[in-house]
T-cell receptor
Framework: QKEVEQNSGPLSVPEGAIASLNCTYSDRGSQSFFWYRQYSGKSPELIMFIYSNGDKEDGRFTAQLNKASQYVSLLIRDSQPSDSATYLCAAPAGGTSYGKLTFGQGTILTVHP | DTAVSQTPKYLVTQMGNDKSIKCEQNLGHDTMYWYKQDSKKFLKIMFSYNNKELIINETVPNRFSPKSPDKAHLNLHINSLELGDSAVYFC?????????????FGDGTRLSIL
């Protein structure tokens, strides 16, 4: 089992719809989770992080964490074509792996007008 | 004003050559990282340094040697380049090397081996 696994893409949604991106992780010791957005040919850009169970909202983005189910998701409301990118979920390796982040394989999101 | 900067942005070279990539951060962070992103976009950590000390060394061939002269700089030297080394290499930094700190990435160095 991969340490961090994202729902297979690519995901295509119409403009204005809600895009739902999902991620599961295997290390129960992980305490914090990160969502990065990566445009083609660019570097990963942090858009959300979440530490506690429940929801965290920031503008059109909502991160949801369920530690019991080892599941973290990202919802993008009112999706825009500019949201089209690869979204990477990342979780710490836990234990003594100092600052080590394990990334999922990414989900490609396309928002079409 | 670039927070994490890498040079060069592109690197095209022959198999067997030795090359270096440089990284600098002006965020005052203590921890810096090197990641490799392959053609399938999978991002994998290679090394981590905390205040010039090597913390993480993943299963990376010893042809790859990181060097951190101070906590604001982390360079990557690669000996005897191979075709499989073709990838995008990202430098990143975080305030501390603890797992709950977000990491900030440089623009990447696109390495192509001919």
């Amino acid at each position: 089992q991969k340490e961090v696994e994202q729902n297979s893409g690519p995901l295509s949604v119409p403009e204005g719809a809600i895009a739902s991106l999902n991620c599961t992780y295997s290390d129960r010791g992980s305490q914090s989770f990160f969502w990065y957005r990566q445009y083609s040919g660019k570097s990963p850009e942090l858009i959300m992080f979440i530490y506690s169970n429940g929801d965290k909202e920031d503008g059109r983005f909502t991160a949801q964490l369920n530690k019991a189910s080892q599941y973290v998701s990202l919802l993008i409301r009112d999706s825009q074509p500019s949201d089209s990118a690869t979204y990477l979920c990342a979780a710490p390796a836990g234990g003594t792996s100092y600052g080590k982040l394990t990334f999922g394989q990414g989900t490609i999101l396309t928002v079409h007008p | 004003d670039t927070a994490v900067s890498q040079t060069p942005k592109y690197l095209v070279t022959q198999m067997g050559n030795d090359k270096s990539i440089k990284c600098e951060q002006n965020l005052g962070h203590d921890t810096m990282y090197w990641y490799k992103q392959d053609s399938k976009k999978f991002l994998k950590i290679m090394f981590s340094y905390n205040n010039k000390e090597l913390i993480i060394n993943e299963t990376v061939p010893n042809r790859f040697s990181p060097k951190s002269p101070d906590k604001a700089h982390l360079n990557l030297h690669i000996n005897s380049l191979e075709l499989g080394d073709s990838a995008v290499y990202f430098c990143a930094s975080s305030p501390l090397g603890t797992s709950n700190q977000p990491q900030h990435f440089g623009d990447g160095t696109r390495l192509s081996i001919l």
